[in-house]
Structures are given as C-alpha cells and as structure tokens.
C-alpha cells in the first residue's frame, strides 16, 4: 500500500463544516464532502492550478503537482513521522497501528527486510497460478449473463485468498476479512462515529485475534509461509507486539488496495468502450492497461511527509516539522508531465512514473503482486466478458485517503 501516516490536521481541514466546505470555498475541505469524495479529480486540478504548493488552514503543505509530490516521497529530508512528538495522529496509535506505513528508518527498514522475501520473483510465479485458478473459477460460478457485482463477488475473493496464502492464515473468511478492510481503510480518514468506533475495536480484536492463534501454531508447526518466517526471527526487539500491526497491514493492504484498483479499472473501461475493445482484441496488453489504470484512478489518492529539516520545495520555504500532503491521484493528471491527463489510454506512453506505488523507501513493496492481480484481472475479464457491461448503479466509497467503488452491478 502506498502512503505514510497521516497527519490529524489535515483531516481536521478535511472534515470541516459545510460553511468552511461552500461559503469559505476551501478546496482541501471539498474533499470531504460525498460528490468530491467520487470525483476528486476537479479538486485536485483547482489546487494545481494554484500553483505547486499552496498553504492549508493549519500552517502546512499541499500538492497536485508531481514534480513536488515525487520529490516529497523519495527524499530523504521528508519522513513519515517528525523527529519530536506530536499529538496530531488522526486516531490513537493503540486504535489504528500502520506498522510500516509509520516508521521511519531504521526502523522500517529492519522490518520491510523481514517480509521482502514474500515478494521474490519465485514466489510471484506461484501466486501467478494460484489468481488465475481462483479468478476463471469465479466467473465459472458467476450468473455473468444476468449481471454480479464485480466487487463483491470477483475483485475481492481473489486478493484475499492470495494473500492470505501468502501469510499462511487458514480457513479464510473472505466476507469478514472485507469487513474488516472496509472498517480499518475508512478510519484513515478519521473515526467517524461511535459505530465506526465500535467496528474498528472489532475488527483489530477480531485480527488480532486470528493471527495470536496462527503465531502459536506456527512456532510449533512451521510452513512454507510468511507468519512461519516472521515467528523465526521473533527476539527481545522483534516482539508480538511489533510482528501483529505489521500482519494486519499485510493482509489489508495486499486485498484493500488491489480490490479497489480492480474496481477502478473497469469503471474506466466501461466509461471508455474503445479502449475495453482494444483490450478484447488483445488481452496480453492487460500489463500495460494496468500502469494506465493506477495512474489515472489509484486506489490510494492522498498521503503525506514531515519536513526533517527547513528547505525550498516548490518555490516555497517549508520549515521544520511542517507537514506536506501529498495529493498523488491529482499528481498522477498533471499536465505538465502527463499530455492530455484526464484521457484514459492504455497505449500511452510516458516518460514520468505515475505515484500510485508511493515512492523512496515506502514505495510498496507488494507492488509486484498488485500488478500480477490487476493484470490478470483484466486479462481474464477481457477474453471471459467481452461485452461487459453496467446493469445498475455504481456505489462509491465514501473516503478521500481510499478511492474506488463498494459496488459495481455488471454483465458480459
């Protein structure tokens, strides 16, 4: 997953009033508002049209502009937490604990070490296997004719049974496990009720739970999998304590990520017929589809930087412990990098790296699984459902850190 912790102030401006939203016209506020929350993209151009860097309500950083946003990702001098406390996390450590997303070097590297033998080329080539059984398995079962919601029923059983794989979790609840995502992915923007609250708790019980039992049983009967690795290195630094957030971010952000690219990818094809005809006429350019779709629509739109040190960015002076909200879906439409941005291509060609991975030393590191899911997800779709189609109302997400569809009625 891309991304860093996010900062509490800027859901604060987020989540304000509809006074600040329509009167005060503040466009980072629109973001929380459900219409923009869909469509994000007319946000992002306002604010880039403002110029690289513009300031928010709070005295921080926000940017469209990919030059910066690229900058602020793989530099060195930006981090994702400051270098002195803060009371501006956007829930409580002990409610929503983002492992590797939260850390800082050496930190993170120590831990990102651990898991990166999950994601070798030999092991991608098993999984491979492993999403293209389970996908043609799903459309076998799939009423395609009279329509299933591709986001119900084919974008999320897959993820969730690979990664889980992956891990070595056993007897897998693919309906709760996308409970659980759904519940944890909706509290980066902020715990938004005392339900939400309650669900949250859950969900980190419920999690927590399930991978206490899994931890024991792998240190008595270890296998081919993740958990089993990770029980081997545990020692005085490498506690349960810091081996559960990382598996709990393991498997949501190898399903939640991936479920929501998928979803995003065939709402950009149905809403452009030729560029689902050229994929139909040619399936192996699903790689290529792939790249297109995460620049155009990612997944994850939003995440942000600490300044480390006082320094220009953007033709701007950010001081110290200044944080920088890097908005990467409007990053991925610059203009100014990407010709006519807004236009979905799968044949275009780039010199610029669209940000949907993040980037520097947080830049994902299941990046090589997503693309093998996503391509074989359109891939399949384009030789199985050649004349996919909408049969009902689309349902968004209601976030601006995860973007994509909860529902998505279709037919082929």
Known sequence: MSGGRFVAGIYRERAVSAYAAH????????????????????????????????????GNWVSASHPVCQQVLRSRQFAVKGEEPSGDDPVPRDMLDLSLLALNPPEHTRLRRLVAPAFTPRRMAVYEALVDQRMRTILDGADTRNGFDLVADFATPVPIAVISELLGVPDVDSDAF????????????????????????????????????????RREEPRDDLVSALAAQQDDEITA?????????????????????????????LANPEQWRLLVQDPSRAP?????????????????????ADLELGGVQVRRNQWVVALIAGANRDPAVFEDPNRFDIGRRSSAEHLAFSGGVHYCLGAPLARLELAAAFRILAERLPDLHRVGPVIMRRSTAIHGPLSLPVAG
Do not use: W
């Open 23 to 58: 009167i005060k016209k503040d466009p980072l506020a629109r973001l929380g508002l459900p219409a923009h929350q869909a469509d994000p993209y007319p946000i992002y151009d306002l604010l880039r049209d403002r110029g690289p860097m513009e300031t928010t309500r709070l």
């Open 178 to 217: 996308a409970r659980y995502g759904a519940t944890i992915a909706g509290a980066l923007d902020g715990v938004r009720s005392v339900g939400h609250l309650r669900r949250l708790i859950h969900a980190q019980n419920q999690l927590t739970r399930i991978f206490d039992d899994l931890f024991r049983l």
């Open 241 to 269: 304590d810091v081996l559960m957030p990382l598996c709990r971010l393991l498997l949501l952000a190898g399903f939640e990520t991936t479920v929501n690219a998928i979803g995003n990818g065939v709402r950009a094809f």
């Open 288 to 308: 290529e589809a792939v790249e297109e779709v995460l620049r155009l629509d990612p997944p994850v739109q939003v995440t942000a930087r600490v300044a480390l």
